[in-house]
């Protein structure tokens, strides 16, 4: 039998498809019958007597409103590997998944159902880590007798060394520290990516040859004459060399409804107050979904009274710019659906806003899609290398506009997190979700060099798995410091064995309502300088551990809206301007 195995292998490794792993539980304590949650890492979880499904213990996560209850464990696997997880679970809304990977649930089993999925590792991945939760405000679930089907990681390889960190930077070099891995170690590998870019016998490196003012992820691993450990928990850092924005170092950013009320009122740009430090005109918006062709129409009398001239709104803007401020034409919005499916919108979209631009003296743009903007097709799975239209003339039309407009040329993000930080757990339409997931992330990638500011919308989002293995809800700081720490440290994309690379922090915002009307997800200012003093110090930030550390140069808040902070008598300006103008 064993024989007849070992030619199926043979067979199907010449044929270059990959080897499911013959089956074996590699899960450390999977019905829990140590009396105890040895070996997993739970939060709200116990071990109870009754039910169970088989044998003595079976796990009982204690879910709350602002608690998944979530255990999960990491163990070692082996690359290029199909591995089958299952669990037997009893509850409303229980979840078994793979983090970064694919998952499955069921809404409600009165008695104990089996759930299971498969997945495969990728080419460079030596670890994996399983999970199982409940959903917010249902009741408690159980769980027992898990198994992770497949072989484990090497025998006798070293264990995985420590997290580690930048010590010091150049304009061409980052320079990295990490503790050491246990096990006998022959030396060390420095991955970025999928890519080793550097090998030595001690536990530190410095990677030259980096572009100015460029950032990268590293992560770090063990090896000896058995294989390779697990990698180290990953670390970002940015060279330096970067041309000065003229922004302030901690900036207040704002949409000004230029187009429309909205409910709001008009703001004429004369008279917004002189702490907005970046200004995006809401909304260009395109002819048809597909044109590519943009238009302003600032906001006609009949809906904004007091709507100033063109000539007084673009002498308001010169003396904006006078001050040190930046003007920026917005395009999409929830009502801008914005497709380049062709060479042709392509063209178009850089030839209208260009004519924008220059009309108004503008100094840069602010990419806004929403809805079904942006999408991935199928087979698309490579963030690095997008192969889909609309993504790709985008990041072709948004490369043209900033060589044509030069270094100074400002430019913005403002995707929801749907678009960015879901992509940890879910990339397009992988695993039959939608193809939207994560969509931003090529985009964000390719413009990483041109990017001024990526202020995420922390707000109309569900609840996103942070960098934590937990899910966080809106509204809070502890919201706003996940979804942020995701892009400073970078993060693993789905289960495409890719990482996506964090950004600079000074490139680095967040963005959240001016006020209760603006949208969900309000956070009173107390949370909101809880946040910043975690983000950018290191400090008061409750049980989130930073993976990418403190970020001294974090850019700034950006809100929806000014229109809407007038309109509640400046709450916004007035409590996170003068926070953002004392921090370091």
């Known amino acids: 039998m064993r024989a007849r195995w070992l030619a199926v292998v043979v067979g199907l490794l010449l044929a270059g498809i990959t080897v499911p792993a013959q089956a074996a539980n590699i899960l450390t304590n999977p019905g829990f019958e140590t009396g105890s949650l040895s070996g997993w890492s739970c939060s709200g979880g116990s071990v109870v007597t009754t039910p169970t499904r088989t044998g003595g213990y079976a796990l009982n996560g204690g879910v709350t409103s602002s608690d998944l209850a979530q255990c999960s464990q990491t163990v070692a696997v082996q690359p290029s590997t199909s591995y089958t997880l299952s669990a037997w679970v009893r509850g409303s809304y229980v979840y078994l998944g793979v983090t970064g990977g694919t998952s499955t649930w069921t809404p409600s089993a009165a008695s104990y159902t089996q759930l299971s999925l498969s997945f495969t590792t990728g080419a460079s991945q ?27 990681g090497t025998p006798g390889a070293p264990s995985a060394p420590g997290t580690p960190t930048v010590t010091s930077t150049t304009n061409s070099a980052i320079s990295l520290s990490w ?18 870019v550097q090998t030595g016998t001690g536990t530190t490196a410095t990677i030259t040859g980096l572009s100015a003012c460029s950032s ?42 230029a187009s429309f009320a909205n409910g709001s009122g008009y703001v004429r740009m004369a008279d917004v107050p002189a702490e907005w430090n970046i200004i995006n005109l809401a909304f260009g918006e395109p002819t048809s979904v597909t044109s590519g062709d943009i238009r302003f129409n600032r906001c006609p009398a009949s809906e904004c009274p007091n709507v100033e001239s063109d000539a007084d709104f673009i002498a308001a803007i010169r003396a904006k710019q006078a001050a040190g401020k930046k003007v920026l034409i917005s395009i ?62 985008l990041i072709s039309a948004l490369k043209t506009l900033k060589a044509k407009y030069g270094a100074k040329f400002v430019l913005t993000m403002a995707p929801e997190t749907f678009f960015v930080q879901v992509g940890y757990q879910f990339y397009g339409g992988g695993g ?73 922090e000074d490139q680095i915002g967040f963005g959240l309502p001016a006020a209760v009307s603006a949208g969900n997800g309000y956070t009173a200012p107390a949370a909101v300088h809880q946040a910043l003093d975690c983000l950018v110090k290191g400090q008061n930030c409750g049980g989130y551990s930073l993976r990418g550390g403190a970020s001294p140069a974090f850019r700034g808040l950006m809100t929806w ?24």
Request: net charge negative; glycine share 12%; hydrophobic share 35%.
């Open 332 to 393: 999409g919005g929830a009502n801008g659906q914005v497709q380049l499916t062709t060479a042709a919108a392509r063209d178009a979209f850089v030839s209208s806003v260009s004519s924008i631009i220059d009309r108004y003296g503008l100094d840069g743009l602010d990419i806004d899609f929403e809805g079904h903007s942006l999408y991935l097709n199928a087979g698309d799975t490579d963030f690095r290398n997008p192969t889909t239209p609309v993504i790709v003339n």
């Open 561 to 584: 809206s000014i229109n809407w902070d007038r309109y509640y008598n400046w709450e916004f300006q007035n409590s996170h301007a003068p926070y953002l103008a004392a921090l370091p």
């Open 216 to 257: 990268h992820t590293y992560s770090v691993a063990a090896y000896n004459s058995v294989g390779e450990s697990a990698r180290s928990a990953f670390t970002s850092g940015t060279t330096g060399g970067c041309t000065s924005t003229g922004l302030p170092k901690h900036a207040l950013i704002g949409y000004l409804h």
């Open 126 to 152: 030596t670890s994996a880590q399983i999970y199982v939760h409940g959903w917010y405000g249902q009741p408690a679930y159980q769980a027992d007798d898990f198994s992770l089907d497949g072989p484990g």
């Open 432 to 504: 039959g979700g939608d193809n939207r997931t994560g969509s931003y992330l090529p985009v964000i990638h390719a413009m990483r060099d041109a990017l001024t500011v990526l202020h995420v919308q922390d707000y109309n989002s569900g609840p996103v798995m942070g960098l934590d293995n937990q899910y966080h809800t809106m509204g809070g700081a502890d919201f706003h410091i996940a979804m942020t720490d995701m892009i400073k440290a970078g993060f693993p994309v789905a289960n495409t064995g890719q990482t996506f690379p964090g950004l600079r």
């Open 179 to 196: 503790p050491a891995a246990t096990g006998t170690v022959t030396g060390y590998r420095v991955y970025e990516g999928t890519s080793v």
